[in-house]
């Protein structure tokens, strides 16, 4: 079956860093997203994104986040100034359509700011 | 926010036996609902959705009650295998879209062999 692809698996980077998580969704399908999960929280949506530009944004998803398709199949989260409280599980998600769709999630990235 | 909730961290079953899993919301504008289970290490996985235009969907051992009126759902897993060991996440949207899910906590289900 296919499936979401994330790299790296796991992430560790100091405050104040950039970092970039990248994602490959499944190639046909045309919506994307990314979620998180601090530990012991909640799985929380961040953003979703459709022929090339933010669909929604959670209050979560502020300045120091962006997203970018910068080919036809990866599909990045920049943090760009990176807190300690950004350390979280981030999931990436993708589907075919939007309504009444299953997302299929990756594997994740475990980022830890130290 | 408690948009979406699960009471029960944690459940135990027999092998073989009924699984129920439970899930409450409070959010009126959500009519798109879906189970994900989640082993560690791994990415929620889809399992099973409803659209609040029905009260029951079934696949294979999984079947998804919706109850609008107690905006109450629940999936049962019959019969219950070890396999099943992981941990189940409600999931809810408004205007029949998956583009912002609202989870659940989630439950952790052990089948016991």
């Known amino acids: 079956e296919p499936e979401v692809t994330q790299t790296p698996s796991h992430q560790v980077t100091q405050m104040g860093q950039e970092v970039i998580l990248r994602c490959v969704p499944i190639?046909?399908?045309?919506?994307f997203y990314w979620y998180r999960q601090i530990l012991g929280q909640k799985v929380e949506f961040l953003v979703s994104f459709y022929n090339n530009e933010i669909s929604e944004k959670s209050e979560i998803f502020d300045d120091q986040f962006s997203v970018e398709r910068p080919d036809g199949s990866n599909f990045t989260l920049k943090i760009r100034s990176t807190k300690l409280e950004d350390s979280a599980m981030y999931f990436c998600a993708s589907s075919e359509g939007w309504v009444n769709e299953k997302l299929f999630f990756g594997s994740g990235t475990q980022l830890s700011v130290l | 926010d408690q948009q979406v909730k699960q009471n029960s961290p944690s459940l135990s079953v027999q092998e073989g036996r009924i699984s129920i899993l439970n899930c409450d919301y409070t959010n009126s504008m959500f009519d798109y609902f879906l189970w994900y289970k989640k082993y560690p290490a791994e990415g929620p996985t889809f399992l099973i959705s409803i659209s609040s235009i029905k009260d029951k969907n079934e696949d294979g051992r999984f079947t998804v009650f919706l109850n609008k009126s107690a905006k109450h759902l629940s999936l049962h897993i019959v019969p219950s295998q070890p396999g099943d060991s992981a941990v189940y996440f409600c999931?809810?949207?408004?205007?029949?879209?998956?583009?912002?899910?609202?989870f659940g906590s989630g439950t952790q289900l052990t089948v016991l062999p």
């Open positions: 999931a809810a949207s408004g205007s029949g879209s998956a583009r912002q899910l609202t």
């Open positions: 190639s046909n399908h045309l919506y």
